[in-house]
């Protein structure tokens, strides 16, 4: 029999053992103390530096009042970083031995309880995910497990840098980029590069920022 528990530090505990139904003998008892992750967390999220590969836990981590989308997560950690340029963040979480659910939030500034998910993963262990960024902006990074799934956490992250109003993805802003940027906006569609004012939409708002980057502004 096995029974795991969370303490608070000069409680009293007590401990009984019984034998079932009634059953007596020779008892051997042992008892270990663990820790939970140092970001276990919200406050105490961990920097991070992109790009990044770092190794980690969810031991005996637990889910803090007011975590937003918790779905069937459990036993989650937080690190963040600050975008350092516009770009596609990758996050990975292969080499993780447990199932994990990933989430990615923005706008933790306003207060906890009030983040702006941004991606979501579940089972992350298996996938990467690929996300937006804007430079200056904080992201936050919450690993969970999959109804309360435990284990060590290997995760990557990496950049790759977009250039804003390259829509054609030749490397170079000009007059070749008007037509597939009109076509976004007709169509509705999103591209990063064509998402000229870094608000999460391609759209009438970024005609003037992309005819200033066309014209060399």
């Known amino acids: 029999s096995q029974v795991t528990f969370e303490v608070n530090e000069g409680q009293c505990y007590e401990v009984r053992v019984a034998g079932f139904p009634g059953d007596a003998g020779n008892i051997s008892l042992q008892g270990f103390f663990t820790s939970p992750p140092v970001n276990d967390d919200f406050k105490n999220s961990i920097d991070l530096n992109l790009p990044f590969n770092i190794t980690g836990n969810n031991v005996n981590a637990t889910i803090q009042p007011m975590e937003q989308n918790i779905d069937i997560a459990d036993a989650t950690v937080w690190w963040f970083f600050n975008a350092p340029s516009n770009g596609m963040v990758t996050i990975d979480l292969a080499g993780s031995d447990f ?16 983040f702006t998910l941004v991606e979501e993963e579940v089972n992350a262990d298996q996938f990467s995910v690929a996300f937006p960024v804007n430079a200056g902006q904080f992201y936050e990074i919450r690993v969970g497990g999959f ?3 435990m284990g060590q956490i290997q995760m990557t992250g990496s950049i790759a ?5 390259d829509v054609n993805l030749d490397g170079m802003v000009n007059l070749l980029d008007v037509a597939p940027f009109v076509a976004l906006i007709t169509s509705g569609g999103f591209q990063l590069e064509a998402d000229i ?6 759209n009438l708002l970024d005609v003037a920022p992309f005819v200033q980057v066309l014209t060399g502004g």
């Open 99 to 114: 199932d994990a659910i990933l989430h990615v939030y923005t706008d933790f500034e306003s207060g906890f309880g009030n």
């Open 147 to 149: 109804q309360g799934d």
């Open 161 to 165: 840098s977009v250039l804003l109003g």
């Open 197 to 202: 004012n870094g608000d999460g939409a391609v």
